[in-house]
């Protein structure tokens, strides 16, 4: 891919086919999703229905990336303890949590700034709402690890959930819960 430079624009339906390939073409080399296969289609890995907010990024007018946001985690056994750690975090109320999801990079357009774009608009549009951010990471994740480290965010808690026990048992990292404390 030519370099240029990144553009972000709020996500459109017809985004989705192309990001959905591209989210399964990085997947080996990056295991962002680490489950593989998704136990779920790329839509709603991606939060098609529900996203509270949405962004891609171009270059050249080609998207190359994606990032999402979400309300407060529900619907599994660790929400409660993720949620209530992210507030004490943010010294905030639960309903103010957003969560950073689905943030990825194209294969062709890796070391281009599209990630670190992505997660600055993110933020904004978070903040923007009234909230506070928040989001999970592996320690597998290495390259997405330092960027959020590099930015500001912070550790709140380590759990290792159900989903990540049963793809690697009891020896696995744990999901590192991180927020990123207003400036």
């Given at each position: 891919?030519?370099a240029?430079?990144?553009?972000?624009?709020?996500?459109?339906p017809?985004?989705?086919?192309g990001?959905?390939?591209d989210?399964?073409e990085?997947?080996p080399?990056?295991?962002?999703?680490?489950?593989?296969?998704?136990?779920?289609?790329?839509?709603?890995?991606?939060?098609?229905?529900?996203?509270?907010?949405?962004?891609?990024?171009?270059?050249d007018?080609?998207?190359?990336g994606?990032v999402g946001?979400?309300?407060p985690?529900?619907g599994?056994?660790?929400?409660?303890?993720?949620?209530a750690?992210?507030?004490?975090?943010h010294?905030?109320?639960?309903?103010e949590?957003?969560?950073?999801?689905?943030?990825f990079t194209?294969?062709?357009a890796?070391?281009?700034g599209?990630?670190?774009?992505?997660?600055e608009t993110i933020?904004?549009?978070?903040?923007?709402?009234?909230?506070?951010?928040?989001?999970?990471?592996?320690?597998h994740?290495?390259?997405?690890?330092?960027?959020y480290?590099?930015t500001?965010?912070r550790?709140?808690?380590?759990i290792?959930?159900?989903?990540?026990?049963?793809?690697?048992?009891?020896e696995?990292p744990d999901?590192?819960?991180?927020?990123?404390?207003?400036e």
């Amino acid at each position: 891919m030519t370099a240029g430079t990144p553009t972000v624009r709020r996500r459109r339906p017809g985004d989705l086919p192309g990001l959905g390939t591209d989210l399964l073409e990085q997947q080996p080399r990056t295991r962002y999703p680490f489950r593989d296969p998704l136990p779920v289609s790329t839509d709603v890995f991606l939060h098609a229905e529900d996203a509270l907010g949405a962004f891609v990024a171009e270059i050249d007018g080609d998207v190359v990336g994606h990032v999402g946001r979400t309300g407060p985690a529900h619907g599994f056994p660790d929400s409660a303890r993720m949620n209530a750690a992210c507030a004490k975090g943010h010294g905030c109320a639960v309903e103010e949590l957003s969560y950073v999801s689905g943030l990825f990079t194209a294969e062709r357009a890796r070391g281009h700034g599209v990630g670190r774009a992505l997660l600055e608009t993110i933020v904004t549009d978070i903040r923007a709402a009234g909230h506070h951010p928040c989001l999970e990471v592996l320690p597998h994740h290495a390259s997405a690890r330092h960027l959020y480290l590099s930015t500001g965010w912070r550790d709140v808690l380590a759990i290792r959930p159900p989903w990540l026990t049963s793809v690697v048992g009891d020896e696995g990292p744990d999901v590192l819960v991180m927020v990123l404390p207003t400036e």
